[in-house]
């Protein structure tokens, strides 16, 4: 797992919990079409048996008398429609916004009391998140998101630029980061 991947998973934005903030959905089995189970016809009058004469004329519902070709079709299909499952209500099919995650108020609660500022120091950042922040880690992350060899040359460039893309990134990914930490 890559260390970015860690910092997202350590504000819950990570990739599990962000498929189901995307869609907004739980998952609903619907039974199968292709079911051979059913459940008995619940009607007073059931659908005669092929082969299986029942010594009464075929009725509707209502036991209205009615001719049998068309009256076996319709009971059919009338207990067809009742032993149907029940139609599954549909939810969202296209993607709803992300759910944005309050970093700001994940990151103040873990801060308080310990003096670290997050908001300007990486190291103090990785270091309320329980992940790795020594020099050679901040540089494996600064190479994962792809700093500039420039930035990489200067320690405290780097920081610096790996602070401001680290917050950019978790914005990016459905965290609220106020934007003057952006800046």
Known sequence: MSIFSTILDKLGLGKNKDQHAVTGT???????????????????????????????APTSEKGVGTTAGAADRRQRDDVAVKDAPA????????PKAMSQVDVTKILEQKAKGTGLNWKQSISDLLFLLGIDNSREARTELAKEL???????????????????????KIAENGGNIPPELLD
């Open 26 to 56: 739980t998952e609903v089995r619907s039974p199968d079409p292709t079911s051979t189970t059913s459940k008995p016809a619940s009607n007073a009058n059931p659908a005669p048996t092929a082969g299986k004469p029942t010594g009464a």
């Open 87 to 94: 139609p599954v209500p549909a939810t969202s099919t296209a």
């Open 146 to 168: 792809g700093a500039p060899a420039d930035v990489m040359s200067d320690s405290a460039r780097m920081n610096t630029w790996l602070h401001k893309t680290v917050l950019r």
